[in-house]
């Protein structure tokens, strides 16, 4: 599986857009970008995913560069709810499997 | 429509003693998996089902057991307990029908080895 590299924390304001960054250099051709949340003590909550167009759905816009190496997840209005770890996926085709890492950490504060 | 259930949701065991976990996909789902999570270690792959085969395996020992039933419900069951085994577990469905489709993981069942 590519792997992939996220900040370990950073801070939002209530109301403010939240970006956040996933680098992922090695991905391969047929690899889908995935994002997840979770939130504390509660299981991965899926938010977006993408191939190689840019996604928009009610939770969140994911934005892939033209060569896929980087992605950023947006959260246009962050609410104090959206405190959560946020992980960047890297998916090889067929593989059921995800592989988490760190993931970021999103404090959003009132 | 239903998420997905796991049960129990905590559970507390003696070393040495051995666990079931359940787990009931979401209605239409074919693909169970299930993770662990520890502080130190993350959210890691332990194995995934499909039509009651086991397709994908993660880098855990032989304690680690599951099966998936023809109705999609799966169970994990680990053997002689060890400290290192508190986590939590976590279990995830999908249509299982490609590999864009996404997961829904369930709140997880707590265990607790003393």
């Known amino acids: 599986d590519a792997k992939t590299t996220q900040p370990p924390s950073m801070d939002c304001a209530e109301g403010r857009a939240a970006n956040l960054p996933c680098n992922h250099s090695?991905?391969?051709?047929?690899?889908?970008v995935y994002w997840y949340r979770q939130i504390h003590s509660q299981g991965p909550q899926y938010i977006i995913h993408g191939l190689k167009n840019n996604e928009t759905n009610e939770m969140a816009s994911l934005i892939i560069t033209e060569d896929r190496k980087s992605s950023t997840l947006i959260l246009p209005h962050a609410t104090l709810r959206d405190t959560a770890v946020y992980y960047c996926?890297?998916?090889?085709?067929?593989?059921?499997?995800?592989?988490f890492g760190a993931g970021t950490t999103v404090t959003v504060r009132a | 429509k239903a998420g997905v259930t796991q049960t129990p949701r905590y559970l507390i065991k003696t070393r040495g003693q051995q666990v079931t976990l359940s787990c009931s996909p979401i209605?239409?789902?074919?693909?169970v998996s299930w993770y662990q999570q520890t502080p130190g270690q993350g959210l890691q792959f332990l194995f995934e089902y499909f039509s009651e085969t086991q397709r994908n395996k993660g880098n855990f020992p032989g304690r680690f057991s599951g099966r998936q039933f023809s109705n999609s419900r799966s169970e994990m069951n680990v053997s002689t307990l060890e400290l290192g085994d508190s986590a939590l577990y976590l279990c995830a469905s999908s249509l299982g029908a490609g590999s864009s489709t996404e997961a829904f993981f369930g709140q997880g069942t707590r265990l607790t080895v003393v």
């Open positions: 209605s239409g789902h074919r693909s």
């Open positions: 996926i890297v998916r090889v085709n067929n593989d059921y499997k995800l592989s």
């Open positions: 090695t991905i391969s051709g047929n690899e889908y």
